[in-house]
Structure formats: structure tokens, C-alpha cells
């Protein structure tokens, strides 16, 4: 009788074992959910990092390229404004070229009125450059004597600019005193014109009187007319 007690003990012992570890692995069951909060967690986490993709920076990215490529296109732009205007202001400077030395054909010829006590050569520009060009205010002038070279002073207003066709002929004059004082006076020798806003001279025969009077005290007897007025005898 005592040892079936003993074993009715013993079995109720083991059952009441078995029940508490059913107990403590139900119990931890039901503690899992903090493993599955930390699941969620982690699942949120992915989330949170979908989130940060998503942020946008791909987006600002491609924000920043759409504006790069507006930039990279005005600065086309303003290059090819830049050249138009360029290419304008080069064909305006050759309609408008002025005619130099090398553009025209210079030449001098005798224009004095008869028993005039003031004596006139007229010079003659004629453009030969194939195109227009523009010519204005005074020539340099000077007088090759056997005294050295008198330069002449200018005499006058100069005249508006003178658009000279191919072909067309443009004057201006050069004044000088008689040599009525029966000596040899200052013998002539030569004439050099310089275009004007040129530093290149041409040489000319001198188509005029022989010599000059002998001045006294100094300063030029020989005086030039501004372009596109012929003087005297015209």
C-alpha cells in the first residue's frame, strides 16, 4: 500500500513537471511576438530604407542633369548670336573700307586761271579697287623743292565723307603764289600726296610752274583744299 503512495507520488510529480515545462514553452511562445515585433522591425527598417531611396536624391539627380543640359543649350545660343554679330559687323567694314593708297590711281594736272597771281594744281583720286569706298577731310601735301620739302597747310573746311564707286573720281586742290619776282625763286621739283588716314605717299611729276617766290620770315606759301572741292578753274 505505501509503495503504490510512493508511485502515485511520483507520477503526480512527473505530471506536475511536464505541465510546468508545457507552461514555460507556451509561455515562451507567447513571448515570440517580441521576435516577431523585431521581425516587424526589420521588415519596417527595409522599409524605412525603401523610404530612403525613395527620398528623392535619384530624383534631384536627375533634376540636376535637366538643368546642366538648359545651360549647356543657352551657352550654344549665345555662341551662335555671337557669331551672327561678328560676321555682321566684317561685312559692314568692307562696304565701308576707306580708299587708301593702294585703292586709288593719283594723279596731278595744271588748273590755274590765266594772269591768276594765285596758281592751282589739281589732284585727281580715282578709285580703281573694284568696290566702294569712303574718303574724306584733307590729303597731306608736300612740295619736293631745291630748298628741301615745303609741306603745305590746310586751307578750309573739310567736306562730309565721299562714298567713291569703282571707277569714280574724287579732287581736291593745292594752292601756291605766282613767282612774279623775277628771280629763279625756289625751284620745284616734285609732288608727294598722302591719302588721307594713310601713311603711304605717292610721288608725282609736278605739273605746275617752275618755282615759288622766296618768302621771308618763315611759314608755308603752298596751301591744300580739303577733298571733293577742286578750286580754282574747275
Given at each position: 500500500m505505501r509503495v503504490q503512495k510512493l508511485t502515485i507520488a511520483a507520477v503526480a510529480v512527473a505530471a506536475g513537471l511536464s505541465l510546468t515545462a508545457c507552461g514555460s514553452s507556451?509561455?515562451?511562445?507567447?513571448?515570440?511576438?517580441?521576435?516577431?515585433?523585431?521581425?516587424?522591425a526589420a521588415t519596417t527598417g527595409g522599409s524605412g530604407t525603401s523610404g530612403s531611396t525613395t527620398g528623392?536624391?535619384?530624383?534631384?539627380?536627375?533634376?540636376?542633369?535637366?538643368?546642366?543640359?538648359?545651360?549647356?543649350?543657352?551657352?550654344?545660343s549665345g555662341a551662335s548670336t555671337g557669331s551672327t554679330t561678328g560676321g555682321s559687323g566684317s561685312n559692314s567694314a568692307a562696304k565701308s573700307g576707306r580708299c587708301g593708297a593702294d585703292?586709288?590711281?593719283?594723279?596731278?594736272?595744271?588748273?590755274?586761271?590765266?594772269n591768276d597771281s594765285t596758281r592751282t594744281v589739281v589732284v585727281t583720286l580715282k578709285n580703281k579697287s573694284?568696290?566702294?569706298?569712303?574718303?574724306?577731310g584733307f590729303a597731306g601735301v608736300d612740295l619736293k623743292t631745291s630748298s628741301g620739302t615745303i609741306s603745305a597747310k590746310r586751307?578750309?573746311?573739310?567736306?562730309?565723307?565721299?562714298?567713291?564707286?569703282?571707277g569714280a573720281e574724287v579732287f581736291f586742290p593745292v594752292f601756291y603764289p605766282a613767282n612774279d619776282s623775277g628771280g629763279s625763286g625756289v625751284r620745284i621739283t616734285g609732288l608727294?600726296?598722302?591719302?588721307?588716314?594713310d601713311t603711304r605717299t605717292v610721288s608725282l611729276a609736278w605739273p605746275g610752274a617752275a618755282s615759288?617766290?622766296?618768302?621771308?620770315?618763315?611759314?608755308?606759301?603752298?596751301?591744300?583744299?580739303?577733298?571733293?572741292?577742286?578750286g580754282q578753274g574747275s
Open positions: 507556451d509561455s515562451t511562445a507567447k513571448s515570440d511576438p517580441s521576435s516577431s515585433a523585431s521581425n516587424s528623392g536624391s535619384s530624383s534631384g539627380s536627375n533634376a540636376s542633369a535637366t538643368s546642366g543640359g538648359s545651360g549647356s543649350g543657352g551657352s550654344t585703292s586709288l590711281t593719283i594723279t596731278a594736272s595744271d588748273n590755274t586761271i590765266k573694284g568696290k566702294s569706298c569712303t574718303i574724306s586751307s578750309g573746311q573739310p567736306n562730309a565723307a565721299t562714298t567713291l564707286k569703282s608727294l600726296v598722302t591719302p588721307p588716314n615759288l617766290p622766296v618768302t621771308e620770315g618763315g611759314g608755308t606759301p603752298v596751301e591744300v583744299g580739303p577733298i571733293d572741292s577742286a
